[in-house]
C-alpha cells in the first residue's frame, strides 16, 4: 500500500542537509524536506509546518485543518484496513514512512 501522512515540521538535522525531524502520531522521523523548501528561504522556516510525507520525503506543505482532516480519515481507516493501522503506529520495521 502506498500512502502519505501528516506529519509536522519540529526540528532541523544536525549534520543532513535538506532533512529534517517531523512528528508523526507522536514519533519523530527524518524527513528529506527538499521538495517543500522555498528557494531563498532559510530551512527553519519550516519549523512548525505540516508535511504530507510518503517514502522518506515530504512532498507537499499542509494546512493544520488538512493535516488534521487526514490523520482522522487514517485513523477511521485503521479499523478496516489492519495495514493502516501497523502504518499509524509506525510498525513493519523502519521502512514504514519511507
Same mark, same amino acid.
Given at each position: 500500500?502506498?500512502?502519505?501522512?501528516? $506529519?509536522?515540521?519540529?526540528?532541523?538535522?544536525? =549534520?543532513?542537509?535538506?532533512?529534517? *525531524?517531523?512528528?508523526?502520531?507522536?514519533?519523530?522521523?527524518?524527513?528529506?524536506?527538499?521538495?517543500?523548501? @522555498?528557494?531563498? &528561504? /532559510?530551512? =527553519?522556516? #519550516?519549523? $512548525? =509546518? *505540516?508535511?504530507?510525507?510518503?517514502?522518506?520525503?515530504?512532498? =507537499? #506543505?499542509?494546512?493544520?485543518?488538512?493535516? &488534521?482532516? @487526514?490523520?482522522?480519515?487514517?485513523?477511521?481507516?485503521?479499523?478496516?484496513? /489492519?495495514?493502516?493501522?501497523?502504518?499509524?503506529?509506525?510498525?513493519?520495521?523502519?521502512?514504514?514512512?519511507?
Amino acid at each position: 500500500m502506498c500512502i502519505g501522512i501528516p $506529519g509536522q515540521i519540529v526540528a532541523l538535522h544536525d =549534520s543532513r542537509r535538506d532533512h529534517a *525531524w517531523a512528528e508523526v502520531c507522536g514519533l519523530r522521523r527524518e524527513v528529506n524536506v527538499a521538495l517543500v523548501a @522555498t528557494e531563498g &528561504q /532559510p530551512l =527553519s522556516a #519550516l519549523l $512548525g =509546518s *505540516w508535511v504530507l510525507i510518503h517514502v522518506g520525503f515530504a512532498m =507537499s #506543505l499542509l494546512d493544520e485543518q488538512q493535516a &488534521q482532516d @487526514t490523520l482522522a480519515a487514517l485513523y477511521a481507516m485503521q479499523e478496516v484496513e /489492519p495495514d493502516v493501522g501497523l502504518f499509524m503506529r509506525g510498525e513493519g520495521g523502519d521502512d514504514a514512512l519511507r
